[in-house]
């Protein structure tokens, strides 16, 4: 498929428009592509309103599951979608749709060919649900644009129930815009917002959180909000004469354009300005064209103006605030803390594990307390306060840790941990402790790591992309793989053919057992074919 995807791509950055996408979406190799993606997903062993998994259709032949999705493209009906409440920190729920398994491979389907589509046309500075992206990148965004470009004054603006407020109509016109306008892609996309959810009927508006298609069609919605944004100064198209890069930002900096940038993590957003004037205007502006184009609400209390220097501003689990660079220095520089909520979280979590080892003292809970705490330490390295942070999670912790594990831990020693471990941990000098041989991991110990801008270059779409995201598949020929991929077992089931093709690939196309290089092998086997074929039609080798 890849071929047919980079054209896609391709086209959708020349700006054009998409008639006949059905062909490709209904497509052998996109549905056998769909069902290799949603089974390493681990949500397709979660049952949706019919009660099947993923479990349920591997024993089906390729044969029947090519002709069973390709008969619900020809006259969609969605099944309806399983409601489950997902429990959030602040004690409220999230309401979940979960469609059905085969409604999830339909949608993988559509997904597939939508995405290069909607990629070309993405803002570049949106990081959510979207490929190769993520909050690091986002935040890395944000520092940059106060660091080197000096923008304090910040916007925060809050959607009221964002996923549950989108617009259907306004949804559709958006794709049509985008240049998706294949009716049928269209009518069973609307047929998908409109999928009856058990226990509450037909929605009238949003996009169920769950579903395979959801993220993308979200990023749609707010891609409008993207794009206005950077036109009103990043990339706004100034007919001022000027004779380099920079002279652009010196030319628009002459009119009474609000300065302002975007950065974008799904429906969190922030805006960065000048002025306080600037961001004042700006403001208001944002929350217009919310409700006034996109039919979405903001929350008064929540939306406001701050002023860096002198308070903080949340975005992703951290809290960022402008300070002196040095007592002798000039200037000012982002700093950045794990917010108080996502301490309360850690807290939290931490806290759970340790009650569990008091309940059950193994090696298997110290090592589920181990990931939790290197989980924490990952996400957050990011934060330039991150030691402070984490030495002031240790101190609350350490109580804790004490009175529920004192008659159960031993003292242990640095040796004593895994290689990776101490790979990891190693300039640390904690008292380490034990249950069962398995060493507990020091809360604090973690240093910030900076987190780079994400490069534009990378694309699952391009040639030049891809060599940015992986290396490995040159040691395997193209044409080899695409034997493999494409001669399937006619008798075997649809799991055993997909994991043949993964297989091949993990041992770089050489037997497991001897060694001996399988591309050698089948690429005799495809000579041998070539020459039958040619004899056949009567041609002389």
């Given at each position: 498929?890849?071929?047919?995807?980079?054209?896609?791509?391709?086209?959708?950055?020349?700006?054009?428009?998409?008639?006949?996408?059905?062909?490709?979406?209904?497509?052998?190799?996109?549905?056998?592509?769909?069902?290799?993606?949603?089974?390493?997903?681990?949500?397709?062993?979660?049952?949706?309103?019919?009660?099947?998994?993923?479990?349920?259709?591997?024993?089906?032949?390729?044969?029947?599951?090519?002709?069973?999705?390709?008969?619900?493209?020809?006259?969609?009906?969605?099944?309806?979608?399983?409601?489950?409440?997902?429990?959030?920190?602040?004690?409220?729920?999230?309401?979940?749709?979960?469609?059905?398994?085969?409604?999830?491979?339909?949608?993988?389907?559509?997904l597939?060919?939508?995405?290069?589509?909607?990629?070309?046309?993405?803002?570049?500075?949106?990081?959510?649900?979207?490929?190769?992206?993520?909050?690091?990148?986002a935040?890395?965004?944000?520092?940059?644009?106060?660091?080197?470009?000096?923008?304090?004054?910040?916007?925060?603006?809050?959607?009221?129930?964002?996923?549950?407020?989108?617009?259907?109509?306004?949804?559709?016109?958006?794709?049509?815009?985008?240049?998706?306008?294949?009716?049928?892609?269209?009518?069973?996309?609307?047929?998908?917002?409109?999928?009856?959810?058990?226990?509450?009927?037909?929605?009238?508006?949003?996009?169920?959180?769950?579903?395979?298609?959801?993220?993308?069609?979200?990023?749609?919605?707010?891609?409008?909000?993207?794009?206005?944004?950077?036109?009103?100064?990043?990339?706004?198209?100034?007919?001022?004469?000027?004779?380099?890069t920079?002279?652009?930002t010196?030319?628009?900096?002459?009119?009474?354009?609000?300065?302002?940038y975007?950065?974008?993590?799904?429906?969190?957003?922030?805006?960065?300005c000048?002025?306080?004037?600037?961001?004042?205007?700006?403001?208001?502006?944002?929350?217009?064209f919310?409700?006034?184009?996109?039919?979405?609400?903001?929350?008064?209390?929540?939306?406001?103006?701050?002023?860096?220097?002198?308070?903080?501003?949340?975005?992703?689990g951290?809290?960022?605030?402008?300070?002196?660079?040095g007592?002798?220095?000039?200037?000012?520089?982002?700093?950045?803390?794990?917010?108080?909520?996502?301490?309360?979280?850690?807290?939290?979590?931490?806290?759970?594990?340790?009650?569990?080892?008091?309940?059950?003292?193994?090696?298997?809970?110290?090592?589920?307390?181990?990931?939790?705490?290197?989980?924490?330490?990952?996400?957050?390295?990011?934060?330039?306060?991150?030691?402070?942070?984490?030495?002031?999670?240790?101190?609350?912790?350490?109580?804790?840790?004490?009175?529920?594990?004192?008659?159960?831990?031993?003292?242990?020693?640095?040796?004593?941990?895994?290689?990776?471990l101490?790979?990891?941990?190693?300039?640390?000098?904690?008292?380490?402790?034990?249950?069962?041989?398995?060493?507990?991991?020091?809360?604090?110990?973690?240093?910030?790591?900076?987190?780079?801008?994400?490069?534009?270059?990378?694309?699952?779409?391009?040639?030049?992309?891809?060599?940015?995201?992986?290396?490995?598949?040159?040691?395997?020929?193209?044409?080899?793989?695409?034997?493999?991929?494409?001669?399937?077992?006619?008798?075997?089931?649809?799991?055993?053919?997909?994991?043949?093709?993964?297989?091949?690939?993990?041992?770089n196309?050489?037997?497991?057992?001897?060694?001996?290089?399988?591309?050698?092998?089948?690429?005799?086997?495809?000579?041998?074919?070539?020459?039958?074929?040619?004899?056949?039609?009567?041609?002389?080798?």
């Open positions: 498929m890849q071929h047919c995807l980079d054209n896609l791509y391709s086209q959708s950055v020349d700006g054009h428009n998409f008639y006949d996408l059905m062909n490709v979406i209904r497509s052998n190799e996109n549905i056998r592509l769909a069902y290799r993606n949603i089974k390493r997903n681990t949500g397709s062993k979660t049952a949706g309103s019919n009660k099947m998994t993923i479990e349920d259709i591997k024993h089906l032949s390729v044969e029947e599951v090519i002709g069973k999705v390709q008969n619900m493209l020809q006259s969609y009906k969605p099944e309806k979608v399983r409601r489950v409440f997902i429990p959030k920190a602040n004690g409220k729920t999230r309401p979940l749709g979960i469609p059905t398994i085969w409604d999830r491979i339909l949608q993988q389907c559509m597939q060919v939508l995405e290069p589509i909607c990629e070309a046309r993405f803002y570049k500075h949106s990081y959510g649900f979207r490929p190769n992206r993520s909050t690091h990148h935040k890395a965004r944000l520092e940059s644009l106060i660091n080197l470009s000096g923008l304090y004054h910040c916007i925060d603006v809050d959607i009221k129930g964002f996923f549950d407020n989108v617009n259907h109509s306004k949804l559709l016109k958006q794709m049509w815009s985008l240049g998706i306008k294949d009716k049928t892609v269209l009518s069973i996309t609307s047929k998908l917002l409109k999928a009856e959810i058990e226990g509450e009927g037909v929605p009238t508006k949003g996009t169920p959180q769950g579903g395979i298609l959801s993220p993308l069609l979200s990023n749609i919605v707010l891609n409008e909000l993207d794009w206005w944004v950077s036109n009103q100064w990043e990339s706004f198209k100034s007919h001022y004469p000027y004779k380099y920079g002279g652009k010196q030319a628009l900096k002459k009119s009474n354009l609000k300065e302002c975007i950065v974008r993590y799904a429906d969190d957003f922030k805006v960065l000048r002025t306080r004037s600037q961001a004042v205007r700006m403001n208001y502006a944002i929350k217009d919310l409700y006034t184009r996109l039919n979405l609400e903001t929350s008064e209390e929540k939306s406001r103006v701050i002023n860096l220097k002198k308070n903080s501003s949340e975005f992703l951290f809290t960022f605030r402008v300070v002196r660079k007592k002798t220095r000039k200037g000012y520089i982002a700093h950045s803390n794990m917010s108080k909520k996502a301490k309360t979280n850690a807290k939290t979590k931490i806290k759970d594990c340790i009650k569990s080892i008091h309940k059950n003292p193994c090696a298997e809970t110290v090592w589920h307390f181990n990931t939790v705490v290197m989980g924490i330490q990952n996400y957050y390295a990011a934060a330039t306060q991150i030691t402070n942070n984490l030495n002031e999670l240790n101190f609350h912790l350490r109580k804790t840790l004490y009175n529920r594990l004192k008659d159960l831990r031993k003292e242990a020693k640095f040796k004593d941990m895994t290689s990776t101490q790979k990891r941990y190693k300039g640390y000098g904690p008292q380490f402790y034990k249950i069962q041989d398995m060493v507990f991991v020091p809360i604090y110990a973690q240093r910030h790591k900076m987190n780079l801008c994400f490069s534009q270059d990378t694309c699952n779409f391009t040639a030049v992309g891809r060599t940015k995201i992986h290396q490995n598949l040159k040691m395997i020929q193209k044409n080899v793989l695409h034997h493999v991929m494409t001669n399937f077992i006619p008798n075997r089931t649809i799991e055993y053919n997909d994991n043949r093709i993964s297989k091949f690939i993990a041992q196309g050489r037997c497991a057992v001897t060694g001996w290089s399988l591309v050698f092998r089948i690429g005799i086997v495809i000579i041998k074919n070539l020459i039958i074929s040619q004899k056949m039609i009567g041609f002389r080798i």
